[in-house]
């Protein structure tokens, strides 16, 4: 009897065991496969492999254990384990995804900022201060911004509003003395004045003229209200940015006065007699700056301009860098979109050193320097947990063909090929397999070739390509043949997450973002696999992962374990994702968790908000609940009418009806239960949407 195909077993340290020494002749379809000397698999290989150590900025690490762990207060402070925290949420009845936050390392950030900014103004003798300004279209989330503040107000932390809702939120979050506001964006009236009247409860509102017909529009409303406005000015830089938003800044950017037009503003102000209300220069530099050269040459070219405005006599007060500060997504310290070729402390020493040089050149009173590093700032302190909801394509997945009855002469040249493949004639091997399916098609195509015997080409293909890419996994560069080869093995993971709600900028702009399990880091991944979500779109996935020789098209995960969960942590998602993400096939918001972690490591949800019901995200499109349920009641009373089903069968149908209105947008278990204990009482809550703090 013939015996159907098998794959390689696997070894409790993640390795693949050898294939056994036949002692009679081997029955026909079963190929062995070659596994070359391998090297015992730690968590430190895990680390290396994911780059935890050049993108997690001390913040994530991997335990000896193999659980993937958080330390907030950077790597010398309290950790927790990861995995342990998943599944402490999920006995709280919150089921993945969840998106965990983690205040602590906002609080770093601000620190690091604004430490990095004292050490470079120390070094070049700036005297003035330093304030760093929290965007907040980066991340408006109030528990995000407060957070932020809560650290920020002991070293002078403004925020920078761009919209007239981000004004109200400023303002209500900024009212006291020194509290600094820095009024962005396209304004009318309505804005200027509320920008205006903020002083009136101790709030430094300047009003930035983005473009010139803004300067009368601020003198008129400031005649109006009586009050002094302070002013400042955007400018168009000409010197050329980097990276992917390069041309948010230059002459054809969307914001910004042009030289001309600065003067312009500074003749209105003189013959206005205001021109003392001008105090700030705004520079926009870009947006996630890969090369520092761009920042050393924006500095220069902004500089002369504080120089040029103070011989015209104003005396600008406040110098404001504004955004550009990069996060290095990828962990590769290159200049590619995903990463940054410098480190805080020299972007904070050149943007010091030439502001200070130009001051002393010019003798100018040293203005407050300001930088909106937004990014920078919280884009380490939150992550997304999702859990492994099903395979495709996985490696001894399918089921094995036995083709007992049919010795088709192909099939036997596939058997004899995957014999003795080596490092050496793996090349070779893999183009005779190819050959051979293509082989198989046209025998298919022509009618000379059965489904059952095409499907066991495909089978012996696919195995071969295994050994093929297990005798080459460690050549330092792999042959360009060989380049498709990973990909094609791919296994296909789904996620219980929709990327266009939680990570949009992986569909929008290809952004890389870390990824990786979070626990099984002591074994060795031993699956090549891309991403998929929910969603009924073949957008919805991540194909392009960060790897130790730049981006890479699958991501070593491990193959799942029967009945046990397999959770993957994707990282760096505080900056933008949130408010961006849309409600694509209606997956809404995912459950969202803050938490603190004690001296001991023990960690501490302050904050839980649940995720979107089904009901409100069927709102957001029109289709409101109370019509829903009566029209479903109206075709219940007529099913019943026309005896379709029965009274019992209605009732079922309406308790389901209702419960799915209330569940959540994604996958959850069938025991889970929609309550949520507040840390500090220990009350159930049935409906976690309330604020618990």
């Known amino acids: 009897m013939a015996l159907p195909l098998q794959v390689p077993a696997r070894i409790s340290g993640g390795g693949l065991s050898p294939p056994p020494i036949p002692s009679a002749p081997r029955p026909w ?7 070359p000397p391998m090297s015992p698999w730690t968590p430190a290989s895990s680390s290396h492999l994911y780059q935890v150590p050049t993108w997690a900025a001390g913040f994530f690490s991997i335990h000896e254990d193999g659980n993937l762990q958080v330390h907030p207060d950077s790597s010398s402070g309290p950790s927790t384990d990861l995995f342990e925290l998943t599944r402490t949420i999920r006995r709280r009845g919150i089921d993945t995804p969840v998106l965990l936050r983690f205040p602590g390392i906002l609080r770093a950030r601000v620190r690091q900022l604004t430490d990095a900014f004292t050490r470079a103004r120390n070094e070049f003798d700036y005297p003035a201060a330093y304030r760093c300004v929290f965007p907040i279209k980066v991340n408006q989330e109030r528990w995000v911004v407060e957070g932020l503040l809560e650290e920020g107000r002991q070293h002078g932390m403004g925020l920078e509003v761009g919209s007239k809702p981000e004004l109200i939120a400023g303002i209500a979050l900024q009212a006291g ?30 009003i930035v003229i983005e473009k010139l017909s803004e300067l009368e529009t601020i003198l008129r409303s400031a005649r109006l209200l009586n009050l002094r406005p302070r002013i400042g000015v955007r400018c168009k830089l000409t010197s050329p940015s980097s990276g992917r ?10 914001f910004g006065l042009t030289a001309r037009e600065i003067v312009t503003v500074v003749e209105t102000l003189q013959d206005a007699d205001m021109l003392d209300c001008l105090e700030l220069l705004h520079v926009h530099i870009g947006s996630q700056i890969t090369h520092i050269r761009a ?47 410098y480190s805080l402390q020299e972007y904070a020493n050149d943007v010091v050193w030439a502001l200070a040089e130009t001051c002393r050149e010019h003798e100018i009173s040293p203005p407050t320097l300001l930088t909106e590093s937004g990014r920078a700032l919280v884009a380490h302190h939150s992550m ?16 094995l063909l036995d083709v007992q009855e049919s010795r088709h002469d192909l099939l036997e040249e596939f058997i004899d090929l995957a014999d003795g493949i080596t490092e050496d004639n793996a090349v070779e091997h893999y183009h005779d397999a190819q050959e051979l399916r293509e082989r198989a098609l046209q025998l298919f195509n022509t009618g000379h070739l059965s489904l059952t015997d095409k ?13 093929v890419q297990r005798a080459t996994r460690h050549m330092e560069v792999l042959p360009e043949a060989l380049a498709s080869l990973e990909r094609d093995l791919a296994a296909t993971y789904f996620l219980n997450a929709s990327i266009f709600q939680s990570l949009p900028d992986s569909w929008a702009i290809d952004q890389l973002f870390p990824i990786l399990p979070l626990h099984r880091l002591a074994e060795e991944p031993t699956q090549g696999a891309i991403l998929a979500d929910l969603t009924c779109d073949s957008d919805g996935r991540v194909d392009r992962f960060i790897g130790t020789r730049g981006p890479k098209r699958v991501l070593e995960l491990h193959p799942p374990t029967a009945g046990q969960p397999y959770y993957l942590g994707i990282f760096l998602l505080g900056a933008y994702q949130e408010i961006l993400g849309d409600i694509h096939n209606l997956f809404g918001d995912t459950h969202v968790a803050h938490v603190e972690i004690n001296a001991d490591g023990r ?19 029109e289709y409101h609940g109370a019509e829903l349920r009566r029209t479903v009641r109206r075709h219940v009373e007529h099913a019943l009418a026309m005896e379709h089903m029965s009274d019992e069968e209605s009732a079922l149908f309406l308790r389901r009806f209702e419960s799915s209105l209330q569940g959540y947008t994604y996958l959850t278990r069938a025991t889970a239960k929609p309550k949520v204990s507040t840390p500090q009482t220990g009350q159930s809550i049935e409906d976690s949407r309330s604020e618990q703090s």
């Open 603 to 621: 960690p501490r949800l302050v904050h839980v908000q649940a995720g979107e019901r089904v009901e409100d995200v069927l709102s957001h499109v």
């Open 177 to 206: 003395e020194g509290s600094l506001l820095i009024c962005n964006g396209y304004k009318d009236a309505e804005y200027i004045e509320m920008a205006l009247l903020s002083a009136h409860i101790g709030i430094t509102s300047v």
């Open 384 to 399: 997304l947990v999702t859990e492994v909801v099903g395979t495709t394509g996985l490696s001894g997945q399918a089921p």
């Open 29 to 35: 379809g079963r190929i062995p496969a070659y596994t």
């Open 455 to 467: 499907g066991r080409a495909e089978q012996l293909f696919s195995q071969t390509c295994q050994s």
């Open 295 to 341: 920042v050393k040459k924006a500095m220069r070219e902004a500089t002369q301009i504080l120089a040029n405005l103070n011989s015209m006599g104003a005396h600008i007060t406040w110098f404001d860098a504004g955004g550009g500060l990069a996060v290095d997504y990828d962990g590769s310290g290159s200049t590619g979109d995903s990463s940054m070729n």
């Open 245 to 254: 938003w390069s041309e948010s800044t230059g002459v054809r950017s969307k």
